[in-house]
């Protein structure tokens, strides 16, 4: 992610885009997508062996309500053959066939996959295209529902374990056994986390890594000056962040609090190893998830972040409704490519991007490279070679890539990479000077068991319970690796 790279930079719009030549039906958000308890009963009016698993701003701290949490499929999900006089193995302008693509994203990144959707539309005219995006917060949810009911998208996109989780369940081709997909552009480092046995189950839209985007108007209206940023301490963050907000009008700050941005980064500086093994066990200490939660309440307590209140409410929203979105926030952690969406929402180019705190704080640094996102492909499609034709260009044709260039990380393909470099504006340049810079000193990917898509889920509902003073925050430390480890646990049954 998992969104582990919490790479979701969206709205909470759901926008259609519909294809030249087809007519587009603009898939409305589903009951059971609204009311994700009834996913079991779903579940079994179907007959699938498949057990689901879970996910007005104010500053009052209220009580927060269970958070909307991304539910992974455990299980096996048997791909929907359709009667042989069904299969189509061809698209012509004739005869064409229609793919359903689906992403998060926001609208930047939307009209941008759009653009890239409709070129190859019109090189491609036997293949329409019915084109979905969604906030990340409803993302997952729905293509759970999906996959259950057997109306998955044809081409979608995942990130962290989802790859590995779906395909493991039979949800997902193996893109090695398509015509029409090149993978050889991308070493198998950059696919090792939608790899299993071989079996490719999604391609790397680009590379990424955890980051601090700082928004410079804010720091130059308070009067300060970013101190040392590659090598300050988590407490020189703190200081630093509470002088904004102190300096800034009230309702700004000096940090917007997205745990699931930096917890893994804080996991490998404070243990020196991944949160989690590759055989599924977690790895980080009762004691780390402790003193990061800690940390956090911290910052609410001295005004260098927003209370409980706000943070439970945006922890999930999209960069249009973050304080930071809103010229409300100074910093936020994020991964590399969020700079794009954040700096479209606050509408300012005047943005850097920094090492987080820690990096030289402790034995070990923190910060992986991490792949952004994946491109995947459902088991239940009928059109497999029009969907790897779809996914190839994607990923490695140069005019795509010039549209779509770093939204999506920075890419894998080397020719594309360095055929973009002309095409880039100031933030976009920004984000690949920032990748080149910590790939010196950033540490291995962590492991992405199966299992650990449940991450975001337990690190909002144990925060929550800690900052609202509902659970003691040993206990929220105690209950994150517990539940973490029952996740990774049911995964692997």
């Known amino acids: 992610m998992t969104n582990l790279n919490g790479d979701g930079y969206v709205t909470e719009t759901n926008t259609t885009y519909t294809a030249p030549v087809a007519e587009t039906v603009v898939p409305e958000r589903s009951f059971l997508s609204r009311f994700w308890w009834l996913l079991p009963l779903l579940a079994l009016l179907i007959a699938l062996p498949f057990i ?49 693509v689906r992403w998060w994203g926001g609208d930047a990144r939307g009209q941008d996959t759009m653009a890239v959707l409709d070129l190859f539309h019109e090189r491609n005219p036997g293949i329409n295209i019915e084109a979905n995006w969604t906030s990340f917060g409803e993302y997952y949810d729905q293509l759970t529902v999906e996959t259950v009911a057997g109306t998955q998208p044809d081409v979608f996109t995942l990130d ?10 039979g949800a997902l081709l193996d893109l090695t056994q398509l015509h029409g997909l090149d993978l050889s552009p991308f070493p198998a480092s950059a696919l090792s986390n939608s790899t299993v046995d071989g079996r490719v189950y999604g391609v790397t839209t680009g590379g990424n890594a955890t980051a601090l985007l700082i928004n410079k108007d804010i720091i130059d209206a308070a009067g300060l000056t970013l101190p040392d940023t590659d090598h300050w301490t988590w407490e020189e963050f703190a200081d630093f962040a509470q002088q904004v907000s102190e300096n800034t009008p009230d309702g700004t700050f000096g940090v917007e609090v997205r745990p699931h941005a930096f917890l893994l980064a804080y996991i490998n500086q404070r243990d020196g190893i991944g949160a989690f093994t590759a055989d599924g066990h977690v790895n980080a200490s009762p004691e780390t998830i402790a ?72 034995n070990n640094p923190g910060i992986t490279v991490l792949a952004s996102m994946f491109w995947a492909i459902s088991s239940q499609t009928r059109y497999p070679e029009a969907a790897a034709a779809l996914v190839n260009f994607l990923v490695n044709d140069p005019d795509a890539a010039e549209i779509i260039r770093v939204d999506r990380g920075v890419p894998v393909n080397e020719t594309i990479a360095s055929g973009l470099i002309p095409y880039l504006n100031p933030l976009q340049i920004e984000q690949v000077d920032y990748m080149n ?57």
């Open 52 to 100: 689901l698993r879970g996910c007005n701003r104010t500053e009052t701290p209220v009580t927060p309500a269970a958070p909307a949490t991304p539910v992974a499929p455990i299980g096996t999900v048997e791909p929907t053959a359709p009667a042989e006089d069904d299969v189509i193995h061809g698209c012509t302008e004739a005869d064409p066939c229609t793919l359903r």
């Open 160 to 169: 962290r374990a989802w790859p590995i989780e779906l395909g493991n369940g």
């Open 291 to 362: 003193d990061f939660y800690n940390m956090i309440i911290d910052w609410q307590n001295r005004g260098a972040a927003p209370n409980a209140a706000t943070t439970s409410e945006l922890i999930q929203a999209g960069p249009e409704e973050q304080l930071f979105g809103q010229g409300l926030a100074a910093m936020t952690f994020t991964p590399s490519n969020g700079i794009i969406a954040s700096a479209a929402a606050a509408g300012t180019d005047n943005m850097v991007l920094v090492r987080i705190p820690g990096e030289t704080e402790f």
């Open 437 to 493: 810079n910590i790939a010196q000193h950033a540490v291995p990917g962590p492991s992405l068991p199966a299992g650990s898509a449940e991450f975001e889920a337990i690190t909002f509902r144990t925060l929550e319970g800690a900052m609202f003073g509902t659970t003691p925050v040993n206990q929220a430390a105690q209950d994150w690796v517990t539940q973490m480890q029952t996740a990774l646990n049911d995964a692997r049954q």
